[in-house]
C-alpha cells in the first residue's frame, strides 16, 4: 500500500500554499532509490540533496525519516541483504556433505548478484577502503557467511579435497567474478551477446559458479 505523507511547504512550489503535496514514495521505493544513489555516486558523492532529487522528497526528508545519511545507508543495505543472508543461512544449515555446501553458498551468491546488480557495486566500492560502513558490512553479513563454512573448508582441505590456501584468499578467488555479472559494458566489449536477460544472467552465474567450484573441488567430486 502506498505511504502518503505530505512534504514541506518549500517541496511544493512557491505560491501554492493549497495545493495538494505530492504523495511520497513507498518504504521499498525509497530504500531501491537509495541504493541507485549509493550504487552509481559512491556515499560520499550522494548528497542529501541529490537524495532528496531522487526520491522527489523535500532536503531534510532523510534526516526527518532516519535520522542521518549514514542511517538511511544502513537501512538500504539491510533491505537488500537480509532477505538473501537467511537464505544463504538455510543453505549453511542444510544436512549436505562439506563439497556440496560449498559449492550451494557459491552458487547462491553469484545468483545473488543477479538479483541486485546494483548492491554489487555499492560492495565493490565500500571494500576498497576503510569505513564504519566496511565494519557494519564485515560484522553483520561477511563474517556470518564466513564462520559456519569455515570448518567445512578446512576439512575439506585437510583431505585434500581442494587447495589448501589462506581464507582471504579464497575469499577473492570468489567474489572476483561477480564482476563478471555487474560489469555488463566490458562483457559485450568481451563477446557477450546482447540484449542481456534475466535468463542469461542466471546462466552466466550457473556457468561461474561452476567454474569457480569445479576450479576449487574438481569437476568429479560434485
Not at 59 to 67: A, L, P, S
Amino acid at each position: 500500500m502506498t505511504v502518503e505523507e505530505p512534504l514541506t511547504r518549500a517541496a511544493r512550489g512557491p505560491g501554492r500554499p493549497g495545493a495538494s503535496a505530492r504523495p511520497v514514495p513507498t518504504e521499498a521505493e525509497i530504500l531501491r532509490r537509495g541504493m541507485e544513489a549509493f550504487a552509481e555516486l559512491g556515499y560520499d558523492r550522494t548528497s542529501a540533496r541529490e537524495l532528496a532529487r531522487r526520491l522527489g522528497v523535500s532536503h531534510n526528508f532523510i534526516n526527518d525519516r532516519y535520522g542521518s545519511k549514514a542511517n538511511f545507508w544502513r537501512a538500504v543495505v539491510d533491505s537488500m541483504l537480509e532477505t538473501d543472508q537467511r537464505e544463504r543461512q538455510r543453505l549453511l544449515e542444510a544436512d549436505v556433505d562439506d563439497a556440496e555446501r560449498v559449492r550451494a553458498v557459491i552458487g547462491h551468491f553469484y545468483q545473488a548478484a543477479v538479483e541486485a546488480p546494483l548492491l554489487g557495486r555499492l560492495l565493490a566500492d565500500e571494500f576498497a577502503r576503510e569505513s564504519e560502513r566496511l565494519d557494519y558490512l564485515y560484522e553483520k553479513y561477511v563474517a556470518p557467511t564466513l564462520e559456519p563454512l569455515v570448518p567445512a573448508l578446512e576439512r575439506l582441505m585437510a583431505a585434500r579435497r581442494m587447495p589448501a590456501v589462506p581464507l582471504d584468499v579464497l575469499f577473492f578467488a570468489v567474489i572476483s567474478p561477480v564482476a563478471g555479472l555487474v560489469q555488463l559494458p566490458l562483457a559485450h566489449r568481451l563477446g557477450r551477446a546482447q540484449p542481456v536477460t534475466r535468463e542469461s544472467q542466471e546462466r552466466t552465474a550457473r556457468e561461474l559458479a561452476d567454474l569457480i567450484v569445479d576450479g576449487l573441488l574438481g569437476r568429479d567430486r560434485r
